[in-house]
């Protein structure tokens, strides 16, 4: 076990490399003109042509890269184009807002997710499996930016039970900080947990339609038992392998969910950076994303070979 979580951690490196690479081809060659964004509409064509070389604008794409490279190795990621000020402790102030929302929102899918599915697949083809099914479905089909404005329009104008927006520090006010964080959380991670619901219920089948679980009926092992010492343990497996897939997607999908309740989160500065054009930003905080996203499912997969029996009594 011990040689595949360092295989994990040696392709860390060549996958991060190969991402930035995308992201920052795929930022500069946007149609558009960040010197123009950043001057305004007036600037005189000398003007741009100053900003363009005063930040390098004006050279190929590879050495623009290797630049960049290079000074975020260091933890340089720039400097704002519209502001002037340093793109990385900007970020860093940022990051526990959106890391906060989306540990908060995928604990609230797993609560869901987890004991729904394990039902719906122990009741088959039973009323608790269509009414759970029927809710996955419901779920997935609705936008969280939707249902997070009717959550403000719910539970804080009509009846103002939570506040529609702001951030406090959870060690400022922790009372106040989940006060805060309900609405959001509640928007992502109950459509979220749409699919992995349907994930607990899928491998949760596959498992109790397995040879092993009718031995284990067989041999007499108690209903409880076999439920959570065989097969919830192992559909667990897959379901932790997708459950890191859709933690990426809501670290990197908090755009609009923080403009809505006014989080002062990444997500809110890379919508305020793709408005303006501003590639700093826009770099340094995707590279950010992405160096999250590939450490939870880096550890996720650490986790999924630790349940794997075939890892951990020492199978191929």
Do not use: C
């Amino acid at each position: 076990m011990l040689r595949l979580i360092f295989t994990r951690l040696a392709l860390f490196v060549p996958t991060l490399f190969a991402a930035s690479v995308i992201l920052f081809i795929v930022i500069n060659v946007v149609p558009g003109s960040a010197a123009r964004s950043a001057l305004g509409v007036d600037a005189t064509p000398q003007a741009i042509m100053r900003f363009e070389a005063l930040n390098g604008l004006d050279r190929p794409l590879a050495v623009q890269y290797t630049e960049w490279l290079g000074k975020a190795l260091r933890g340089d990621l720039g400097t704002s184009f519209q502001n002037r000020v340093a793109v990385a402790p900007d970020i860093l102030k940022r990051l526990p807002v959106t890391l906060e929302l989306a540990v908060l929102a995928f604990l609230i899918a797993n609560l869901i997710a987890l004991p729904l599915g394990a039902i719906a697949a122990f009741r088959h083809r039973k009323a608790a499996d269509v009414i759970i099914s029927a809710l996955a479905t419901i779920l997935g089909a609705i936008p969280n930016f939707w249902l997070a404005t009717l959550f403000v329009l719910l539970f804080s104008l009509t009846w103002p039970i939570l506040p529609a927006g702001g951030y406090t520090p959870f060690f400022e006010n922790p009372t106040r900080n989940i006060v805060q964080m309900i609405l959001p959380s509640l928007s992502l991670g109950l459509v979220s947990s749409s699919l992995l619901l349907r994930i607990m219920r899928t491998t949760m089948l596959e498992v109790l339609n397995s040879a092993y679980i009718r031995t284990a009926h067989a041999k007499g092992a108690p209903e409880s038992v076999v439920l959570r010492r065989h097969a919830l343990r192992n559909a667990l497996i897959p379901f932790f392998t997708v459950g890191a897939v859709e933690f990426g997607f809501l670290f990197g999908g908090v755009v609009v969910i923080e403009d809505i309740f006014r989080l002062p989160g990444i997500g809110s500065l890379v919508l305020v950076g793709i408005i303006n054009r501003d590639y700093p930003v826009l770099l340094g905080a995707s590279l950010v994303i992405t160096v999250v996203v590939l450490s939870a499912n880096m550890i996720v997969d650490t986790i999924a070979m630790m349940l794997d029996p075939r890892h951990t009594r020492g199978g191929a």
